[in-house]
Structure formats: C-alpha cells, structure tokens
C-alpha cells in the first residue's frame, strides 16, 4: 500500500462508450502525474498537475481528458479510444518541489479497449 | 533532453546467485536516480534513490546500487536473489520541472528467478 489509489483496477470499454479513471491520494503531495504503460514500451508521463494546474502535456491525444478537481484527487476521462489505447494506465504523486523527491504510484488500472 | 537505458531486457538468475541489472543514463547535470520494482499486475515500488553524497546507495529488500559518474551509470546489485525477488526492474531519472518533477524510465529488465 503505497498510499495511491487507483480505481477500477480494470476496466473493459468499447470504442464508443465514455469511462473515467481516478486516482487519489492522501500523502499531503501537491503534484499528480499520470503515465501509460504499454507493453515492449518504456513508461510515458501523459500528464502532470502541480498545485491542482496543468502543467504538462506531453502530445497526449484529446481523447484523453485529465481533470484535477483539488489536491488529492486526479481522474483521466476517457473517450473515443482506440485499441492501441489499451495499456496499464498508472497515477502516481509526489511532493513536485524539487528533484529530491520520489513519486508514489498507484497499482493501476488495466484498460483495454475492444 | 534526459534518457535511460536497460540493455538487458531479460535476466536469469539462480536462486542464491548475485544480481547485477544495467543502467545507463544521459542527463546534462547532476542526475536524480531511481531504481523501481514492479510486480505482475502492481504499480511501482521505490527500491532506493541517488541524489547526492554517497555514490553506494542502499535500498529496501537487499538491493544497493552505486552511481558512477564517469561511466554514466546506476546499476542495481543484490548479493543474493530470492525467488520473491522475480518482477520487473526499472531505472529512472528525473527531470525537475518549476514546482514538480518527472521521471524518465528505461525499458525495464524482467528478471527471472530460477530454483
């Protein structure tokens, strides 16, 4: 228990429906990242939020939408997704100051979409 | 721009047998490093983290490693694996943001435990 956590731990979609992720934490951190996880593929940081702002982006497609409502929670609405969308989606925090700090992650959620 | 790499994708290791999983990093100043765990189906675990000072660095589970800066290098050792041990090893440097910081991983090694 790392102190992150993520719900549904797996969730099964069509290309059509609307689902959403959430992660929360209760660690005090004040950024929230999330990362895909694909197979034979490194980590990729989709997402960052410092201080509940979006702070990074990296070429994340629109149908992935991340909300940041307050500093505990962080969810990744999903919508339209394709099957090359199916991966271990991974929400992870930390105290985002400086680069002595280590992210907490959660246990992720298995997507796959059909 | 920062990057790490694994070169070894898979590793076999004897039950009781040393470890010693590769990484390799690129990173303009002075790297923050990471080694994570990952275990089928679960997030990351922090096993031990380099910032500063000491380049023999000591971690959870047994596991050390050492950062060496003229090689470009932090590599995980462990003096005897246990099959629990058997995951998904990932090395990571981070980038610091203005009020946050992110994490470049490798590839990651999957080590095997053999009896």
């Known amino acids: 228990e790392t102190g992150v956590t993520q719900t549904p731990r797996h969730l099964v979609m069509g290309m059509t429906n609307k689902k959403s992720l959430k992660c929360e934490q209760h660690?005090?951190?004040?950024?929230m990242y999330w990362y895909k996880q694909s197979a034979k593929k490194p980590l990729e940081l989709m997402f960052v939020y410092s201080l509940e702002e979006r702070v990074e982006n990296n070429s994340v497609p629109s149908r992935f939408s991340p909300e940041c409502p307050n500093s505990s929670h962080l969810f990744l609405h999903l919508h339209t997704l394709q099957p090359e969308d199916s991966a271990l989606y991974l929400c992870?925090?930390?105290?985002?100051?400086?680069?002595?700090?280590?992210?907490?992650f959660g246990q992720g959620t298995r997507l796959t979409v059909v | 721009a920062q990057s790490v790499t694994q070169p070894d994708i898979h590793i076999t290791v004897s039950e009781g047998a040393s470890l010693e999983l590769r990484c390799n990093y690129s990173y303009g100043a002075t790297p923050y490093l990471f080694w994570y765990v990952q275990s089928p189906g679960q997030g990351l675990q922090l096993l031990l983290k380099?910032?500063?000072?000491?380049?023999l660095v000591q971690g959870i589970k047994g596991f050390e490693a050492e950062f060496k800066r003229s090689q470009s290098s932090f590599n995980l050792r462990k003096p005897s694996v246990h099959w629990s041990d058997a995951a998904e090893y990932f090395c990571?440097?981070?980038?610091?943001?203005?009020?946050?910081?992110?994490?470049?991983f490798g590839k990651g090694t999957m080590l095997l435990v053999s009896p």
């Open positions: 990571a440097v981070v980038s610091d943001g203005s009020g946050y910081s992110t994490l470049t």
């Open positions: 380099y910032f500063s000072g000491d380049t």
């Open positions: 660690l005090g951190h004040n950024a």
């Open positions: 992870a925090s930390s105290y985002g100051s400086a680069g002595d700090t280590e992210a907490f």
